[in-house]
């Protein structure tokens, strides 16, 4: 199972990526802005996911929002 950025680069365990436009979520204040910095995220069981800690929440974020940093 291969987990894709928005640009096609292959994510792995523990990678950093960047967040490419800005993203409301659900129970924080304010949105995620681009360019956000995520770093040491995990693989969910899904490809279009990936779990990283970003505001001091752990967050879902899906893969087409995110670039390989």
């Known amino acids: 199972m291969d ?3 928005s640009n ?4 792995a365990e523990g990678d950093s990526v960047t967040v490419t436009k800005d993203l409301k ?6 949105a995620l802005k681009r360019g956000t ?3 040491n ?3 969910t069981n899904s490809p279009a ?3 990283g800690k ?4 752990m967050l879902v974020i899906k ?3 995110v670039k390989k940093a």
Do not use: H
Not at 8 to 11: A, I, T
């Open 25 to 30: 979520v659900k129970g924080m204040a304010q």
């Open 54 to 57: 970003a505001g001091g929440s």
């Open 3 to 5: 987990v894709k950025d």
């Open 8 to 11: 096609g680069n292959l994510l």
């Open 41 to 43: 995220i995990r693989l």
């Open 49 to 51: 996911e990936i779990e």
């Open 37 to 39: 910095m995520i770093k």
């Open 63 to 65: 893969t087409e929002f």
